[in-house]
């Protein structure tokens, strides 16, 4: 069955950076185009952007421009969102969710969430 | 960016009650590219509506989408204790992606 296994719960100093993993199975990886999405305790759901894991190509959300990098592992099927320069804004749950293919830029799979603490 | 307005932000609904809850977009939204989830808490989002009127798999017949333009609307048309959770939509007319702030439904 398809899945997306997001890795555990991380808990940053401010000014620090971390790395979040989306790890995908069931399908075939490079077929569908995956995207981060930001989620705040109380509020809405925040696009960050997209990357397509055939060609390593994104889109972001220019509002993440500076905070989100992303990258890809085909290998072993797995997207990274490196968070750089955390501050108070940035705690939240971050998910993938992959695009499906049926239409366009909806997210059929999610990964079940990072959590992301700021704490000095 | 197209901002999308839902309405209202929270609903309250007593079982068997028809709901519809809305999506106002600034701008025109292709109904191709008009999406929408649910999310219960703790638990990850999950599509449920796309291109504005197709039930994703799984998802009950009482629920149903339509809209175009700038106003899109989810019903209930019988409202059911699982159906709690909150509705958000989604679209696509340029960069960025948005998604509105969310509708709670709340079962009374």
């Known amino acids: 069955q398809i899945q997306l296994q997001q890795s555990g719960a991380e808990l940053a100093s401010p000014g620090a950076s971390v790395t979040l993993s989306c790890k995908a199975s069931?399908?075939?990886?490079?077929?569908?185009?995956m995207n981060w999405v930001k989620k705040r305790p109380g509020q809405g759901l925040e696009w960050i952007g997209r990357i397509y894991p055939v060609s390593g190509e994104t889109n972001y959300n220019q509002k993440f421009m500076g905070k989100a990098t992303f990258s890809v592992d085909r290998s072993s099927s797995t997207v990274y969102m490196v968070l750089n320069s955390l501050t108070s804004e940035d705690p939240a749950v971050y998910y993938c969710?992959?695009?499906?293919?049926?239409?366009?830029?909806?997210?059929?799979?999610w990964g079940q969430g990072t959590s992301v603490t700021v704490s000095s | 960016e197209n901002v999308l307005t839902q309405s209202p932000a929270i609903m309250s609904a007593s079982p068997g009650e028809k709901v519809t809850m809305t999506c106002r977009a600034n701008?025109?939204?292709?109904?191709?590219?008009l999406h929408w989830y649910q999310q219960k808490s703790g638990a990850s989002p999950k599509l449920w509506i796309y291109?504005?009127?197709n039930l994703a798999s799984g998802v009950p017949a009482r629920f149903s989408g339509s809209g175009s333009g700038t106003s899109y609307s989810l019903t209930i048309s019988s409202v059911e204790a699982e159906d709690a959770a909150t509705y958000y939509c989604q679209q696509y007319s340029g960069y960025p992606l948005t998604f509105g702030a969310g509708t709670k439904l709340e079962l009374k």
């Open positions: 291109s504005t009127s």
């Open positions: 969710g992959r695009t499906t293919v049926v239409a366009p830029y909806a997210m059929d799979y």
């Open positions: 701008s025109s939204v292709s109904s191709s590219y």
């Open positions: 069931g399908y075939t990886f490079t077929d569908h185009i």
